[in-house]
């Protein structure tokens, strides 16, 4: 029996359109990780909403998510590979919008700069900070009918792998989820990631061996009821 982790996660509204939020983690070779702690602005020009802090960055369907909600144990090895063995978390600022588009779906647009480098045991940028990192994300959602929906995205990352300026790593990622609702408590899902990283070779030429790669995982989950589920992945 193993205690993976703990989180101490807090909250508050700091203004009528302001909210801070924290999470620390404590983990099991007892150390203490500030993993999130940013600040949310609504109202922002053009219907939009800003993030600034550390965070959890929007690329692709599970990195912005937490190790305790995902659906699985652990983080896909795609995942692990690129950007480290819990995601990552980083420095910086986003803004995501809501497109307001004459369709009947659902489309959600976010850009943001992060500080350089990876989470641990990350390998797709470099080990400097001080190169950033830019991204998007955008967010697309279907209602097939009224128990069926489809929600695909698209995402890209810019960054570096060593110190000079320019932007050497392109990290481009495809997802999707299908998602069946059975009943209130019983739903069925099949979601799946793939990414294409172009990472050109260093001009030290030292230790980044360069080229491109591809990964990516799929996942089946059915939500048995309101506490039991099995899947695969």
């Known amino acids: 029996l193993s205690v993976r982790g703990v989180e101490l996660v807090l909250g508050s509204n700091v203004d009528p359109f302001s909210r801070l939020d924290t999470t620390i983690a404590f983990t099991e070779d007892h150390t203490i990780d500030l993993e999130e702690a940013y600040l949310t602005r609504f109202g922002f020009p053009f219907s939009s909403t800003a993030r600034i802090g550390r965070f959890k960055p929007k690329i692709g369907k599970m990195l912005p998510v937490h190790l305790d909600s995902i659906d699985t144990v652990d983080e896909p090895l795609v995942i692990q590979r690129y950007f480290g063995d819990e995601g990552m978390n980083k420095s910086g600022a986003d803004l995501t919008k809501i497109l307001d588009l004459p369709l009947p779906s659902v489309h959600q647009l976010t850009i943001g700069a992060l500080e350089g480098g990876n989470g641990d045991g990350g390998t797709a940028f470099g080990a400097a900070t001080r190169r950033p990192t830019f991204y998007m994300h955008l ?82 989950d059915f939500r048995l009821s309101s506490l039991w589920g099995t899947g695969i992945r």
């Open 139 to 220: 967010k697309n959602y279907f209602d097939i009918t009224d128990s069926t929906n489809f929600e695909l995205g698209l995402s890209d990352a810019i960054g570096s792998n060593d110190n000079d300026k320019s932007f050497k790593v392109n990290v481009v990622g495809l997802d999707a989820t299908l998602r069946r609702i059975l009943s209130p408590n019983q739903d069925v899902k099949f979601m799946g990631e793939t990414f294409y990283m172009d990472r050109r070779e260093s001009r030290s030429g030292a230790t980044d061996p360069g080229g491109v790669f591809w990964g990516g995982y799929s996942l089946f």
